[in-house]
């Protein structure tokens, strides 16, 4: 199984090698979160199997991975759609993601929603995909191996709307604490739009896409998001977060 995956914090990544290894193991993996990577070089044939993992970014595909997704050719793959969120909702990820590997020539077969802990309010999906999640995804990826069994790659009815919402970027940039930043670079390198210069990573560029990436990987622990910004969001989420909600699997 090939994976096709955007994982900045990496919730995404966790949930699609669940599903690759029950569906045959892991092949070949296309990071998408590789700001130099040449995904123009990227081709599959037919004969591939693809999973295709995105987080929901405000219940759509991020910008830059349809970027990056734009550039494979898919020539008769058959691809897996996988949208991951906080526990919020994943809105038009999924028909998004669908419209657009159906453009580069991937057959959309199966999609699944999936939680994991929210990238921002990490409270909210806190410790998932737990254990029994995983296995949900396992009894997912057995009733989709069926469907590949039968050679059946029609595409399966997937939830959203066709204009999508409105794409809004987050302004929320993570912020670097002097004292604790050691200039390693280690933010900078991870970066999957360059917004953070290597030769001055304690800034930030407006290129943020407030993915989180720069948090997760500190190993200073230098970088954050301003306290009053991450207590305002973390309010305005708990309505709609707070209730857990359930995988999917669409076919």
């Known amino acids: 199984m090939k994976l096709i995956v955007f994982s900045?914090?990496?919730g995404t990544h966790r949930v699609a090698v669940q599903l690759a290894q029950s569906l045959g193991g892991v092949g070949q993996t296309i990071d998408l979160c590789?700001?130099?990577?040449?995904?123009?070089?990227?081709?599959?044939?037919?004969?591939?199997?693809?999973?295709?993992?995105?987080?929901?970014?405000?219940?759509?595909v991020p910008a830059i991975a349809v970027?990056?997704?734009?550039?494979?050719?898919g020539h008769g793959a058959a691809a897996i759609l996988v949208a991951v969120y906080g526990n919020r909702a994943f809105e038009d990820t999924l028909v998004e993601l669908q419209d657009v590997l159906t453009e580069q020539g991937f057959q959309c077969v199966a999609g699944v929603g999936a939680i994991a802990e929210h990238s921002i309010a990490r409270q909210y999906g806190a410790g998932r995909?737990?254990?029994?999640?995983l296995e949900q995804l396992?009894?997912?990826?057995?009733?989709?191996?069926?469907?590949?069994?039968?050679?059946?790659?029609?595409?399966?009815?997937?939830?959203?709307?066709?204009?999508?919402?409105?794409?809004?970027?987050?302004?929320?940039?993570?912020?670097?604490d002097?004292?604790?930043?050691?200039?390693?670079?280690?933010?900078?390198?991870?970066?999957?739009?360059?917004?953070?210069?290597?030769?001055?990573?304690?800034?930030?560029?407006?290129?943020?896409?407030?993915?989180?990436?720069?948090?997760?990987?500190?190993?200073?622990?230098?970088?954050?998001?301003?306290?009053?910004?991450?207590?305002?969001i973390t309010q305005k989420l708990q309505p709609v977060c707070s209730q857990p909600k359930q995988n999917e699997l669409f076919l």
């Open 8 to 10: 900045p914090t990496g």
């Open 34 to 60: 590789c700001a130099d990577a040449d995904f123009s070089a990227v081709s599959f044939c037919a004969d591939d199997q693809c999973i295709v993992a995105v987080p929901a970014f405000a219940g759509r």
């Open 67 to 73: 970027t990056r997704l734009r550039q494979i050719q």
């Open 129 to 133: 995909p737990n254990a029994e999640d």
């Open 138 to 176: 396992t009894s997912f990826a057995q009733q989709i191996a069926d469907k590949l069994a039968r050679h059946d790659h029609s595409a399966p009815a997937l939830p959203g709307n066709r204009p999508y919402r409105p794409y809004a970027p987050s302004p929320m940039h993570p912020q670097t």
């Open 178 to 232: 002097a004292e604790q930043c050691t200039n390693c670079g280690t933010c900078a390198r991870a970066c999957p739009v360059g917004a953070i210069p290597l030769d001055a990573p304690q800034q930030t560029l407006e290129t943020c896409i407030s993915c989180m990436r720069c948090i997760r990987v500190c190993p200073e622990q230098a970088r954050a998001l301003p306290a009053a910004l991450l207590a305002g």
